[in-house]
């Protein structure tokens, strides 16, 4: 049987020509009859038979006879399959915990996202911790609807008790040597620019991949990147 990014890929090959994906797009809207869609994309019945075969092979397509003209044969899109075409993400199981230099912007913001987002703990800590959370990021998480007023740098501990690590900060990720199962997502340093829109932009960005995660049909996985 084939994997599931076999197929996805055979779907995407099979829309790969422009002809036929604007045949997609236009049974999107539309059940066609064989020759409407022969009229409509100016094509000759041995040709479009050819993208037909093509697309129904890729499981995009039915084809089914009129219930009024029995001689007449409709072409019907297949809606479900274009629903897996999202790239596959692995949402990843047991203990999280984020990493940036100094846990006082990046980190505390991905671990109050992924616990907003997820309804699953996380937590966050530094390289070289800071003393306080930057006044910028609890500003930023507010903005958002998250809460960072009781957060607090942490240091590093150990690491082999958490199940998944994900760095945020691109100096943490390469100071740490990290395990080949560990995440890396690269966040720009909101702190060094300081502006209300730097903070923003970070929150954003996590936010997008955590919610990714948290809506991915790809099965659970410890640590799968």
Request: charged residues 25%; aromatic residues 4%.
């Amino acid at each position: 049987m084939e994997s599931s990014v076999e197929w996805r890929a055979g779907v995407h090959a099979a829309l790969g020509d422009p002809l036929r994906l604007a045949m997609v797009e236009d049974l999107a809207a539309s059940d066609r009859a064989s020759k409407e869609l022969a009229d409509r994309f100016g094509l000759a019945s041995n040709l479009l038979a050819h993208h037909l075969d093509v697309l129904e092979s890729a499981g995009l397509i039915e084809r089914f006879t009129s219930a009024g003209d029995r001689r007449r044969r409709y072409v019907r899109l297949l809606r479900a399959p274009l629903a897996e075409l999202v790239i596959a993400t692995a949402k990843p199981i047991g203990s999280v915990l984020f990493v940036c230099t100094h846990n006082s912007a990046r980190s505390q913001l991905a671990a109050a996202l992924w616990r907003a987002r997820t309804g699953r703990a996380a937590e966050s800590a530094g390289t070289h911790p800071a003393r306080a959370v930057h006044p910028g990021a609890v500003a930023a998480a507010r903005r958002a609807g998250l809460e960072l007023g009781e957060a607090a740098p942490a240091e590093l501990v150990d690491l082999d008790a958490v199940d998944l690590v994900i760095t945020v900060c691109d100096r943490a990720h390469e100071d740490l040597e990290p395990e080949p199962h560990w995440w890396h997502w690269s966040i720009p340093d909101p702190v060094g620019i300081g502006t209300d829109a730097a903070f923003d932009a970070a929150v954003a960005q996590l936010d997008a991949r955590i919610t990714t995660l948290a809506s991915t049909n790809r099965p659970s996985t410890k640590g799968t990147p």
